[in-house]
């Protein structure tokens, strides 16, 4: 199978080449896990597969984004920004000078777009009602969530200083909170500044990653419905920064890097 390497911002992926698909038979799962691991397999937070499609109403390629532990992602911000480079790097668009790809995924339609200074801006849609504002414990330890669906579920757990909570545990704890039935990505975030925000996640079906995009989008809005941000912010990850932007009754806007890191053959 040929594949490529991709990363936005540490959160990275192995994308299948053209030509190349899955293989959906049993164990599948296993699988997936296999290719993602950081020892014996390629290594990444995710699969994706990237299908054209034709005659779709205006929808130009289905993504498909799976879990390093063989589950299926219905979004994924960061992947969808190495898509839109993979997508123009292997002239795969109808038009080669197609800077704005409509992508459909399990949560709905995202749209990226190539910017001129290399990054990509992602239309990450409009942020979608989930729990609200919610109780959890973990550890002993009570917080507070507000709760973000972008297509995916989020917590967002505001805190005094990052650099104390304890990532790792608490987020394996949280992430399987009975309040979430289909498990939850939990995020913990801290204004630093005026229009900045440190944030660490633990992202469903990964653990601990780099980055998250749409953990980054459901950010920004929990800390504007909180009073504690306007309409946009640097968010700064374990694996560098996003800008996210959401005007009211509007669509989220992310724009970050995303790079390729190599290409190889695995069985």
């Known amino acids: 199978m040929n594949f490529s390497k991709w990363t936005g911002l540490g959160n990275d992926f192995v994308l299948l080449e053209p030509g190349e698909s899955l293989d959906f038979s049993s164990g599948f799962e296993q699988r997936i896990i296999k ?19 034709e005659n779709n109403n ?33 002239g795969l668009a109808k038009d080669a000078a197609t800077k704005v790809f409509n992508l459909h995924t399990k949560s709905g339609l995202v749209r990226p777009t190539l910017l001129d200074d290399g990054r990509v801006c992602v239309d990450m849609g409009r942020p979608r009602t989930f729990l609200g504002s919610i109780k959890l414990t973990a550890d002993c330890y009570d917080f507070t969530a507000e709760t973000v669906s972008m297509g995916n579920p989020h917590a967002v757990i505001f805190v005094d200083d990052i650099e104390k909570i304890q990532l790792e545990k608490w987020g394996s704890i949280l992430e399987v909170d009975r309040q979430f039935p289909d498990r939850c990505n939990i995020e913990f975030a801290q204004v630093i500044a005026p229009g900045k ?9 990964c653990g601990v990653t780099m980055a998250c995009g749409t953990g980054s989008c459901a950010t920004l809005v929990a800390a504007q419905r909180t009073g504690r941000v306007g309409v946009e912010a640097d968010v700064v990850l374990d694996g560098g920064v ?12 992310m724009t970050g890097p995303a790079e390729e890191v190599f290409k190889g053959i695995i069985d």
């Open 35 to 53: 290719l993602c691991d950081r020892r014996f397999g390629i290594g990444a937070d995710g699969v994706v597969t990237v299908t054209p499609l």
């Open 58 to 90: 205006g929808v130009d390629f289905e993504m498909r984004i799976f879990n390093a532990d063989g589950s299926e992602a219905a979004m994924c911000g960061n992947a969808t920004r190495c898509v839109a480079k993979y997508i123009q790097t292997r």
């Open 197 to 205: 925000i440190r944030m660490r996640v633990w992202e469903r079906g």
């Open 242 to 253: 996003l800008h996210i932007k959401h005007e009211e009754d509007g669509p989220v806007l």
